[in-house]
């Protein structure tokens, strides 16, 4: 659907003077996309897609239409999952701390759950010694990729604990040991080869191969040209990284008979570009020179910071004005709430900004603080439909004794 001035005037009639707006499309088309730029090079590939980047269901359910995994990090996202229609082996649940009866629960289920500490793994190996259910574990995994970041998540693979958690995965009865996975930071294209190498080096140490190997997530969603010149490293596609991978684990698997399934866990890197957030300008007023717009909507909407996002304004019939270096602000009371630095142009009140690529970190991160959240619209095709109606004061004081 085009987004103009009509469609945005009807939009506010019905659903107010900020919403998001997702485009579903796009996410199926990013997911297979890079699906198929790792496919090609290393064939027995799947997506665990990362619940905490935008859980909206509509996209988890896609996900699992489309044969990946849900990777979750709480026992919130792995009851979304089960309520999408997601079996629980195909759950993979990281995340350091969990709740020690909902771990019990979702292992009884079948979910793989991924090891982050020695008292994690000690408590798992009680609960198998005390069940004759098959419990599904995998071990995360820590080592140095050459980031010049010391990750906080999983086990220093030279050490003791990681050698006593390998044993409690691969020796304890009616423990299921399902893969090895990782975690780094940085998005960087150079140090994915590192995170390959990593665990085939780990392989080549311990001569055990697991089912799966997850080397996490961390790559960068499509943006315009606007929004990648603001960075200062190089934002590559989807197939820089599959090659910078994926190759190393054909060439390292290519004269072996066990080709164990390989595991990227993506957010943003599929629904980056997918959402956009749109606010209306509110008032307008010059301070000690600086011009500054407010606008119903916050930078916590778009989850963006150090950086101008993709916009664009649509005028909406008043009278305009030219404004040279003016800031769009949010509504709420924090002095760092802005939206855009810096804007050039016609602006009027009641005008409407659109800002892209807004769909990773920003829903689910953004809290109900001064005013309930606002509704989400998918704009697939020529019909709207609602993925999520606007909160209201029930909805965020409902759990409040008062």
């Not at 792995?78 to 995340?95: H, Q, S, T, Y």
């Not at 009680?126 to 999983?154: H, M, P, Q």
Request: glycine share 6%; net charge neutral; with cysteine.
């Amino acid at each position: 659907m085009t987004i103009n001035k009509n469609i945005i005037k009807n939009l506010r009639n019905e659903y107010g003077d900020a919403f998001y707006l997702l485009d579903s499309e796009q996410f199926e088309k990013n997911y297979l996309e890079l699906k198929n730029a790792f496919s090609e090079i290393y064939s027995n590939f799947n997506i665990a897609y990362s619940y905490k980047t935008n859980y909206t269901p509509k996209l988890c359910k896609i996900v699992n239409e489309l044969g990946g995994y849900a990777e979750v990090v709480s026992e919130m996202e792995a009851e979304l999952a089960i309520k999408c229609g997601v079996k629980p082996e195909r759950i993979i649940w990281n995340g350091p701390i969990k709740n020690p009866d909902k771990l019990k629960e979702y292992l009884h289920m079948g979910v793989t759950v991924n090891m982050d500490s020695i008292e994690e793994a000690e408590y798992i190996q009680k609960l198998a010694e005390g069940t004759e259910k098959t419990l599904n574990v995998g071990i995360r995994c820590n080592y140095d990729v050459k980031d010049g970041v010391i990750s906080r998540f999983g086990f220093d693979i030279y050490s003791e604990e990681f050698k006593k958690v390998l044993d409690i995965a691969t020796h304890t009865t009616n423990l299921h040991f399902v893969n090895f996975q990782c975690h780094f930071a940085k998005r960087q294209v150079e140090y994915w080869p590192a995170r390959a190498k990593g665990m085939l080096e780990l392989l080549d140490r311990i001569n055990i191969i697991p089912e799966r190997i997850d080397i996490g997530g961390g790559i960068f969603g499509k943006m315009p040209d606007f929004l990648k010149e603001q960075f200062s490293s190089e934002i590559p596609g989807y197939k820089k990284y599959a090659k910078s991978a994926a190759t190393v684990f054909t060439e390292y698997f290519n004269d072996k008979k066990i080709k164990p399934e390989l595991i990227i866990e993506p957010g943003s890197a599929l629904v980056g570009d997918c959402m956009k957030f749109v606010g209306t300008v509110k008032t307008v007023k010059n301070v000690r020179g600086k011009y500054i717009a407010s606008v119903l909507g916050s930078q916590k909407n778009i989850s963006m910071t150090g950086v101008n996002p993709p916009m664009e304004v649509i005028h909406m019939g008043r009278t305009t004005k030219d404004y040279k270096d003016l800031d769009m602000v949010g509504f709420t009371c924090i002095e760092g709430d802005v939206l855009y630095k810096n804007y050039n142009g016609k602006l009027a009140l009641d005008d409407v900004i659109v800002i892209s690529n807004c769909g990773s970190y920003s829903l689910v991160m953004k809290p109900p603080f001064i005013l309930p959240n606002f509704p989400v619209l998918d704009i697939c095709g020529e019909k709207i439909e609602v993925i999520k109606r606007a909160e209201i004061f029930e909805d965020i004081f409902h759990t409040f004794n008062f």
